[in-house]
């Protein structure tokens, strides 16, 4: 499985941004996905992660009620929508896919995912 992550860019703070991950579309619907984010000099950490059906989403707190993630079967493509920006959001975003049986639940936990994406770099100017 190859994930192509897209989206990234400058923008001013309070503006937003939509990131878009594409699948290969025979497996799409096997798994669920996630984002996540490396700042510089900081760890990769969790963004936010939506189950098979889509129905279940999680969300880092940080983000919560600002970023909003989705995904298309018919698209095969997972997006995250990132809505009043802030600085502290500037990072290389990855998006993760991982191969479950699980159709309902959404995971946080970033060693679930066992492929990923090339990552897009996300600026948030103050």
């Known amino acids: 499985v190859q994930l192509q992550a897209s989206g990234g860019g400058l923008v001013q703070a309070g503006g937003s941004l939509r990131l878009s991950c594409v699948a290969p579309?025979?497996?799409?619907?096997?798994?669920?996905y996630g984002w996540f984010r490396q700042a510089p000099g900081k760890e990769r950490d969790f963004v936010a992660g939506?189950?098979?059906?889509?129905?279940?989403?999680l969300y880092a707190d940080s983000v919560k009620g600002r970023f909003t993630i989705s995904r298309n079967n018919a698209k095969n493509t997972v997006y995250l929508q990132m809505n009043s920006l802030k600085p502290e959001d500037t990072a290389v975003y990855y998006c993760?896919?991982?191969?479950?049986?699980?159709?309902?639940?959404?995971?946080?936990?970033?060693?679930?995912?066992?492929?990923w994406g090339q990552g897009t770099l996300v600026t948030v100017s103050s």
């Open positions: 993760a896919a991982d191969a479950t049986e699980n159709l309902y639940r959404a995971t946080a936990t970033q060693a679930e995912y066992d492929v």
């Open positions: 579309r025979r497996t799409f619907s096997w798994y669920r």
């Open positions: 939506i189950s098979r059906t889509g129905r279940d989403n």
